[in-house]
């Protein structure tokens, strides 16, 4: 659909795929993916998408806030302000929340051409913290629970509250940290149905102290998403993040192999490391 490609082997138990992707196709779009993650595809989409010659626009339905995925807000508020630094410009909406595993939910995405992104470069400690708010999301239907997660939490924060939304099918609580800073933001999330709230809490809290004291501003999984843009971007492109998790080191031999860059990391104070984009000839 995007990218008019030929596809062989897609069956099951196959050995062998391939994957020839021909043009980019621009335009609107509307996808439905059960209760797969809604900002899991719009990062899949956006790196040939922003190289398109005319904008697009698209209606995804899914799960928008659920767990081993970026959350709406982390993608709206975190994700796609990072890439504002490369020229990349997508503005996205949140129409209806939809959790995971039940889906429901639904948003909007505008992603303006970019052929040529400039250098990512987010290398230092920017701006100050402004505010830091906890938000747990639930349902009528679960309005108990929401409350004894915003009373675990709430003493961490500026600015605590719980918000109760409808329609939709999940009877969940979704628990959220929010660093709003000057310049760059942090967003950590946790499902919060299963595990004791205090526990949430304290893990929550410490994953929002690890990020304010290590001084690097691009957390554990910020830097995860931002190698495919980096890479686009091209050398010069530069991050300052905290320790890199196994994820980082997987995805960069991947990214190596079909790119014409190569990624150097370099020590950096408290554990954290400068990820940079560095020219490399890609073999015969």
């Known amino acids: 659909m995007i990218s008019n490609a030929t596809v062989e082997g897609a069956f099951l138990r196959s050995s062998e795929l391939s994957f020839s992707p021909g043009e980019v196709q621009p335009g609107s779009h509307q996808i439905s993916i059960g209760c797969a993650s809604t900002s899991l595809l719009l990062q899949t989409l956006l790196p040939a998408l922003c190289r398109a010659d005319s904008p697009s626009t698209f209606r995804i339905r899914g799960s928008t806030h659920g767990r081993g995925s970026p959350p709406f807000d982390f993608l709206e508020r975190v994700y796609l302000r990072a890439l504002q630094r490369a020229g990349i410009s997508v503005k996205v909406r949140l129409l209806k929340m939809g959790f995971l595993p039940d889906g429901g939910g639904e948003i909007t995405a505008e992603i303006q051409p970019c052929r040529q992104p400039s250098p990512l470069v987010l290398d230092r400690p920017e701006g100050i913290v402004e505010n830091i708010l906890v938000r747990v999301l639930t349902k009528e239907a679960n309005l108990k629970r929401a409350r004894q997660l915003l009373n675990a939490i709430a003493p961490f924060a500026d600015d605590a509250r719980y918000e109760v939304f409808e329609p939709g099918p999940s009877s969940k609580a979704f628990c959220m940290v929010e660093i709003a800073g ?5 967003i950590l999330s946790c499902p919060g149905i299963t ?90």
């Open 195 to 284: 595990k004791p709230p205090r526990r949430i809490a304290k893990g929550l809290s410490n994953l929002a102290l690890d990020w304010l004291n290590c001084g690097a501003p691009v957390g554990h999984h910020l830097a995860n998403q931002l190698l495919v843009p980096m890479a686009l971007a091209g050398p010069g492109s530069r991050i300052l993040a905290m320790k890199p998790d196994r994820r980082v080191h997987i995805a960069i031999p991947i990214i190596e192999a079909f790119l014409p860059v190569k990624f150097e990391l370099t020590p950096a104070p408290r554990g954290c490391k400068f990820i940079s984009v560095l020219p490399r000839t890609l073999p015969m």
């Open 182 to 186: 000057s310049h760059v933001s942090e």
